[in-house]
């Protein structure tokens, strides 16, 4: 941990270990409330957003009455973010793709159109109240569906083709808040839509305790034993994948603006559909699914933490109104396009919260409240897949080319 003083302003700069400190303490914190406040509970409000939000209130406080100025290292998250979907990628069975095939390229063309229609309103509301286009493009797509990696990839180009100041810091704001909100209002319509049509878990029972206890049962080593060997044989897959997914992209994609993470998951998509048609070696279900949690958790406690709060309150009275006409478009989208017409069941509704969230900020929001009402209802594989492949394969390439068209013809 450093100390330095800027502008007579002291910087604290938390190192990797402070940082995943506070994060534990900050998820037991949240269980905590959680278990205290019901209505969070009936939400199904994400235990980790939870507990790491009161941290980045406190850390927000510190800068606006500039006491101190909280810097938390990005590289950590970014690669507890790397483990994470290369582990999701690793679910991707050729069994599991063939069964969500059809509605994954459903739920990918619908996402698209959502996005187009995020870039109309930003340009719409920018040109109503005499801004800049391309400010409008930031508010919109870019900052909505887009997430802070391509937003922070848009900003400085954005910046020097236009030649005015503040966008990073609006367009960031807007990021900000709509993590926020994502991680507010995604798990609470998947609730309203388990009530309303009473939806019900078909796979339930996929990792229930008697299952568990009949696996510990014809295995001749003790469970914490194989367990054990399984969970490091997981993390030894992803290190290989994620070593070729950086040298791929480093070799093949460096004029194009495709996250390192998402050739990394396709390289795990290979592994795993290699070992299952080899029989090589073997992905354990079970390890997997402890391990994706586990970093999952760890990934959205330290974004809540990371949040930039303070950036929500420099935000203008009209940017905050078209945000807020977004989030009406993006939630009325995922009710009524994304759960009408990818099931109306509980993957469909699955997807919808997953599509929700995603379309706020990140994937990974989306993944995080999916999560939460699984802990709930039990797990669905499929519904968690199909937001993991489009949200992070698919629309990282196509989102891209999207907001490239879209800054060369506005």
Request: aromatic content about 10%; proline content about 3%; glycine content about 8%.
């Amino acid at each position: 941990m450093d100390f330095t003083n800027v502008d007579g302003v002291l910087h604290i700069h938390l190192d990797n270990f402070f940082i995943l400190g506070i994060a534990c303490l900050c998820y037991f914190l949240g269980r905590w409330i959680k278990s205290e406040i019901k209505l969070l509970q009936d939400l199904s409000i994400p235990v980790p957003f939870i507990g790491g939000l009161p941290a980045a209130i406190v850390f927000a406080c510190l800068k606006i009455s500039k006491t101190a100025v909280v810097v938390l290292n990005p590289d950590l998250n970014a690669l507890i973010f790397q483990f994470f979907l290369t582990m999701m990628a690793l679910m991707g069975s050729w069994k599991l793709i063939k069964t969500g095939f059809v509605i994954s390229i459903m739920f990918w063309s619908f996402a698209m159109v959502l996005g187009v229609l995020q870039a109309l309103i930003g340009l719409t509301a920018a040109q109503a109240l005499d801004m800049h286009q391309h400010l409008g493009l930031l508010m919109g797509t870019i900052s909505m569906m887009g997430g802070t990696e391509t937003l922070s990839s848009f900003i400085p180009a954005v910046e020097q083709l236009d030649k005015f100041s503040g966008a990073a810091e609006a367009a960031l704001g807007v990021a900000t808040l709509g993590m926020v909100c994502s991680m507010m209002v995604s798990a609470p319509m998947g609730e309203y839509l388990i009530k309303r049509y009473d939806l019900k878990n078909p796979s339930r029972t996929e990792f229930d305790n008697a299952r568990l206890i009949r696996s510990i049962q014809r295995s001749t080593k003790p469970f914490y034993q194989t367990h054990t060997v399984e969970c490091i044989k997981i993390i030894a897959i992803c290190f290989v994948c994620m070593a070729l997914g950086h040298l791929i992209n480093q070799k093949l994609f460096t004029s194009v603006l495709i996250p390192d993470y998402t050739v990394c998951m396709v390289c795990a998509l290979i592994a795993r559909n290699f070992a299952d048609s080899t029989g090589w070696f073997s992905v354990d279900g079970l390890a997997l699914r402890t391990m994706t949690k586990i970093f999952l958790i760890l990934f959205i406690l330290v974004s809540t933490c990371a949040l930039q709060l303070d950036l929500i309150f420099d935000l203008s009275a009209p940017i905050i109104a078209v945000f807020f006409l977004e989030l009406i478009v993006n939630v009325l989208f995922a009710r009524f396009v994304y759960f009408n017409l990818l099931g109306k069941d509980f993957r469909g509704m699955l997807i919808a919260v997953g599509g929700l969230a995603f379309s706020m900020g990140m994937a990974a929001n989306g993944l995080s409240n999916m999560q939460s009402l699984c802990e709930k209802y039990g797990p669905n594989t499929d519904g968690f897949l199909v937001v993991c492949v489009v949200g992070l394969i698919l629309l990282a390439i196509s989102n891209t080319l999207l907001i490239k068209f879209l800054l060369t013809i506005f």
